[in-house]
């Protein structure tokens, strides 16, 4: 098993540039995450969708995010325009089902992004 | 909402030294509990869950954890460490919205494990 893909790994683009980072759930997983990580705010959980559908998009920092799961193999997380303060690594995860937060949450390698 | 409170941000231990890393929660009728560990430069991996049953929970690696309800506790244990679990360690909770879980977890700070030679 591939395991949770992310691309690109790293990212390194200059303040007010679009940023798209991508990732792939496991197949047959049905339920995605979208996470920052910062030293100062630690692990956020950004959006998350079930079954393709976004249920909930609270932790979406501003209207400059957005996230799309156009398939079930799917998912981008755009950044536009992007801010020095969006550096951070962004992991994507994927879970079988949503099942009340019972199941394991797989994670990808991670994208680390720097905003200059 | 629920929450999660890492008690150590850092835990320096000795190689072949017991460990423990101290998580609590949020109190509520009823929680799925995780650890979780990042090793440097990559994703997160699951260590043991609690979801019901025996509140001793065995995980990977030698790890395990204790769920105690009356302290809202989730303590994550290992009798003897090696320099390989140098890592972030995460506690999470399942969260909770009215009568249901939402389906997303509620991670704490992360507690870093030294071990040292």
């Known amino acids: 098993d591939a395991g949770v893909i992310q691309s690109p790994r790293h990212e390194v683009t200059e303040m007010g540039q679009e940023v798209t980072l991508r990732c792939k759930p496991i197949?047959?997983?049905?339920?995605l995450f979208w996470y920052r990580q910062t030293m100062m705010r630690g692990l956020e959980l950004l959006i998350y969708?079930?079954?393709?559908?976004?249920?909930?998009d609270s932790g979406m920092p501003e209207d400059r995010f957005s996230a799309k799961m156009p398939n079930a193999s799917f998912s981008t997380l755009k950044i536009q325009p992007s801010e020095p303060r969006d550096s951070a690594v962004y992991f994507c995860?994927?879970?079988?089902?949503?099942?009340?937060?019972?199941?394991?949450?797989?994670f990808g390698p991670g994208t680390r992004l720097l905003v200059l | 909402a629920q929450s999660v409170t890492q008690l150590d941000s850092q835990v320096p231990v000795f190689e072949e030294a017991p460990v423990e890393l101290r998580c609590n929660y949020s109190?509520?009728?009823?929680?799925?509990l995780f650890w979780y560990v990042q090793y440097p430069n990559q994703g997160l991996q699951l260590l043991l869950k609690?979801?019901?049953?025996?509140?001793l929970v065995k995980g990977i690696n030698g790890f395990e954890a204790e769920f105690n309800k009356s302290q809202t506790s989730f303590h994550l244990r290992k009798p003897s460490v090696h320099i390989s679990d140098t890592a972030e360690y995460f506690c999470?909770?399942?969260?909770?919205?009215?009568?249901?879980?939402?389906?997303?977890?509620?991670f704490g700070q992360g507690t870093t494990l030294q071990v040292k030679p």
């Open positions: 995860a994927s879970s079988p089902r949503l099942a009340g937060g019972r199941e394991t949450q797989y």
């Open positions: 197949s047959g997983h049905n339920s």
């Open positions: 969708f079930n079954n393709n559908v976004p249920i909930d």
């Open positions: 109190s509520s009728v009823s929680v799925y």
């Open positions: 609690y979801l019901s049953g025996s509140t």
């Open positions: 999470a909770v399942s969260d909770q919205r009215g009568s249901g879980n939402t389906g997303k977890l509620i």
